[in-house]
């Protein structure tokens, strides 16, 4: 039984290109979390997502930022026309029912913008 | 912003020792605490979590100490190995009796990197 799959592990994108990071929850979790993680930070929440409906975005910056998590697929974080403050480890989590005490964590994505 | 305060930002303990983090809290409606492990290049992994209903909870060396009057928690880690190198979060949220956003989203303190040395 996997666990919740992150894709790419690292990410090494210039300044101005787009960044797709991807998250494939737990089997029979419909729950996604993205969560991203600054250098010597704590954890800070970005957006809650059922499946083809995004719950809650109040967490993701308004311009470039968007997320989806599509009937069928992984759910996709898009960071477009990155710049040297989206570099970061982006985390996703996933959890049967709505609630924080079911999350399980991937092992995240690191991006890099050069 | 609700926020969740975490001390000490570093720790460095000897093999056997007894490791102490501590987490303050605002929010005097949150009933969740979990604390999370996370090591180099992984995600966080729930280690032990615990409700306002008790004030200790213990699961082999971990024990988390809840003073709701002070809306403080910790975190101990008794008899502390190498392989307890880490970085340890502590978190905040509501359970999802309660239907707002306070119900799925955690409130992470800002870790606390802990060193066990032989």
């Known amino acids: 039984n996997a666990g919740v799959m992150q894709n790419p592990r690292h990410l090494v994108r210039r300044r101005g290109q787009e960044a797709r990071l991807r998250c494939s929850p737990m089997k029979g979790h419909s729950h996604v979390y993205w969560y991203r993680q600054l250098p010597e930070e704590g954890l800070k929440f970005m957006v809650y997502l059922q499946k083809e409906n995004i719950i809650d975005e109040s967490g993701m910056p308004k311009e470039r930022f968007s997320a989806e998590f599509p009937k069928e697929g992984p759910s996709i974080l898009r960071i477009q026309q990155v710049v040297r403050g989206d570099s970061a480890a982006y985390f996703c989590?996933?959890?049967?029912?709505?609630?924080?005490?079911?999350?399980?964590f991937g092992s995240g994505t690191r991006l890099t913008v050069v | 912003q609700q926020q969740v305060k975490q001390s000490p930002q570093s720790l460095i303990v000897q093999k056997g020792g007894i490791s102490i983090i501590n987490c303050a809290y605002e929010?005097?409606?949150?009933?969740?605490f979990p604390w999370y492990q996370q090591f180099p290049g992984k995600g966080p992994a729930l280690l032990i979590a615990?409700?306002?209903?008790?004030s200790e909870k213990k699961e082999g060396r971990f024990t988390i100490s809840f003073n709701k009057s002070a809306k403080q928690f910790s975190l101990h880690i008794m008899d502390s190995q190498p392989g307890d190198s880490a970085t340890y979060f502590c978190?905040?949220?509501?359970?999802?009796?309660?239907?707002?956003?306070?119900?799925?989203?955690?409130?992470f303190g800002k870790g606390t990197k802990l060193s066990v040395i032989p």
């Open positions: 929010n005097t409606a949150f009933d969740y």
């Open positions: 989590a996933s959890s049967p029912a709505q609630g924080a005490y079911g999350y399980t």
């Open positions: 615990i409700r306002p209903d008790v």
């Open positions: 978190a905040a949220s509501l359970t999802s009796a309660y239907s707002g956003a306070g119900s799925y989203q955690l409130t």
